[in-house]
């Protein structure tokens, strides 16, 4: 388990992070989310002993990271933003200086690097030198060097960021296997990405959490406003008529696309769903659709980020 | 200690994996041997002096090129965060950086042991003067060495790592100059005298290079560079907070 309480960065003047707490069962996968210069890799950084908090803790199965930080290291598998590597290595002696670098030696070494190898799909790539690779398999590798130790949790800043569609699939695939015995915290600025592998949630926007939970529980946060999706029988401006007349609506809007059918808005504190119903029975129209919309995990992100950028 | 192997391997690695190495040990041989044999010619003396007396000038050049990518390149290529967050000490980190860095200018060093071999085919050199000469060889590169990799750690462009090792290496030999302590004699009296007492690098290897190694030279070859190398980890840790 992973648990933030209260931390807080800055560097300089600027704030980078601002009281955040947040936690992550054991073997979940917690998705971070947020715009560029959030505050997203401060908070990963801080989780991997990069940086100290200004204030604040960060506890990994009840151990303060800063106070034992190599125990903490050792525990955690990182891949940083961009996936740093070492241009002038071959991708097998890379991988094998980070093992060793993390303590692997003998058997034991061998069989992690065999199956990193294979789980992230660089077998083909061992002989040549990091700075003859795609982005891609820049990427794989970055992933492979922080799962050659078969750590507890595992940190991915953007793990996908700058791979093409099949390899962000294969890298998802991978993520949601391994979250089967890890603890898993990954980045994005990507909603799509986040909800691809996992539906538990933080949004993170000028240092400071403006939303933690599912992805279903952020929506309906975001909704200031219920909109109903309504398809009459009757054409024509009447039924749109009708329907501004109940009382408690705020706008009526065609759908551009399909006939007879309007986006209706009420308050949040108004059911529409009643009225409309007797407005079709008292017109004698065949009321065809009547569903309550919920945001779109965009609309929600957007709405949950609005006015706090920096 | 297995965590200061695995760094040395790696570094070792890196400068023998680009052409840098290969090209550092044969300028440095070309300068240091090519010049040392003209005057040796002239002179006709069968020892080492001239080769060991103009030493620090190329080291002031060779060894900020050597350190300059030691941090700076890591910083660049942003593995600097990877280091950071291995499960090692910062000084086990900076321990094998720093051995690499003596290690491979060791080879350098030893590349010139063809000089010493070719005096005593054709003469009967002092052994224990030229064994003294290369003994103060390694503790004068250690420490600029020492110097390097802590501006090293400053920077993240490798130029600047170059220039201000250079100029930090050349203010611990022009601190033992007759003309540096003048002048600054002039300007604050006994400013000079104190500096060069203190840091003078070129006179205290003067003295081991003849062949008399006094505990105190050693000691102020040694204890500059752990104090450079205790900077260096210190700085590094500072960048968390």
């Known amino acids: 388990m992973i648990e933030v309480q209260g ?290 995990l965009e609309e929600a992100f957007i709405e949950l980020t609005a006015g706090r950028a920096h | 200690m297995k965590d200061v192997g695995v760094i040395f391997r790696r570094e070792m690695g890196a400068y023998f994996h680009s052409p840098i190495a290969y090209i550092f040990i044969v300028v440095f041989l070309f300068l240091t041997s090519g010049f040392y044999t003209n005057g040796f010619f002239l002179a006709g003396v069968a020892d080492m002096r001239d080769f060991f007396g103009t030493l620090p000038l190329y080291l002031l050049f060779f060894i900020p090129a050597l350190t300059m990518r030691l941090w700076a390149e890591d910083q660049r290529l942003g593995t600097f965060e990877l280091l950071m967050t291995l499960p090692m000490k910062p000084w086990h980190i900076v321990l094998g950086k720093y051995l690499a860095g003596l290690a491979f200018y060791a080879i350098a060093l030893a590349c010139t042991f063809t000089i010493p071999i070719s005096l005593m085919w054709i003469g009967h050199p002092d052994l224990g003067a030229i064994a003294c000469g290369y003994f103060g060889s390694l503790l004068l590169g250690g420490l600029f060495l020492a110097i390097g990799i802590f501006v090293s750690g400053l920077f993240r462009d490798q130029i600047a790592a170059f220039i201000l090792t250079l100029l930090a290496c050349a203010f611990f030999v022009l601190a033992g100059t007759q003309f540096f302590v003048a002048i600054l004699d002039g300007w604050v009296d006994g400013l000079g005298s104190f500096l060069s007492s203190a840091f003078a690098v070129n006179l205290r290897f003067e003295g081991i290079e003849r062949g008399v190694i006094g505990l105190d030279d050693v000691l102020f070859f040694l204890s500059f560079s752990i104090v450079f190398l205790v900077l260096n980890t210190l700085s590094l840790e500072g960048r968390k907070y």
């Not at chain 1, 947020?34 to 890799?41: C, V």
């Not at chain 1, 903490?72 to 991708?91: F, N, S, T």
């Not at chain 1, 002989?127 to 940190?155: C, F, M, T």
């Open chain 1, 7 to 296: 931390v807080s960065k800055s560097y300089g003047i600027t704030k980078a992070l601002d009281q955040v707490s947040f936690s992550v069962d054991r073997n979940r996968v917690l998705g971070f989310l947020g715009p560029n210069g959030a505050g997203k890799s401060t908070a990963m950084k801080i989780i991997t002993t990069y940086l100290s908090p200004d204030e604040g803790t960060v506890k990994i199965e009840g151990q303060d990271v800063t106070a034992d930080p190599l125990a903490a290291r050792r525990r955690i598998g990182y891949l940083p933003e961009a996936a740093p590597l070492y241009d002038d290595m071959r991708v097998r002696d890379y991988l094998e200086f980070v093992a060793q670098a993390r303590g692997l030696t003998g058997d034991d070494l061998s069989r992690r690097l065999d199956w990193v190898h294979d789980r992230t799909h660089v077998r083909s790539v061992l002989y040549k030198k990091v700075n003859e690779l795609s982005k891609g398999y820049r990427q794989r590798v970055g992933l492979a060097q922080a799962l050659v130790h078969n750590p507890d949790v595992l940190i991915l800043d953007e793990p996908t960021s700058g791979l093409d569609p099949r390899q962000i699939i294969g890298i998802r695939n991978l993520i949601r296997e391994l979250a089967e015995t890890k603890t898993v915290i990954f980045s994005s600025h990507i909603l799509a990405e986040i909800s691809a592998v996992t539906d538990r949630i933080v949004i993170i926007n000028g240092g400071k959490i403006v939303a933690d939970g599912h992805a279903e529980d952020l929506r309906g946060r975001a909704m200031r406003e219920n909109r109903y999706r309504v398809q009459f029988s009757q054409d024509g401006a009447a039924a749109a008529d009708a329907l501004r007349a109940i009382a408690g609506v705020s706008s009526v809007e065609a759908d551009p696309e399909i006939a007879n059918t309007w986006l209706v808005k009420s308050p949040l504190a108004t059911d529409l769903r009643r009225p409309v119903n007797e407005l079709a029975r008292s017109h004698g129209w065949d009321l065809l659709e009547l569903a309550p919309q919920r945001p779109t």
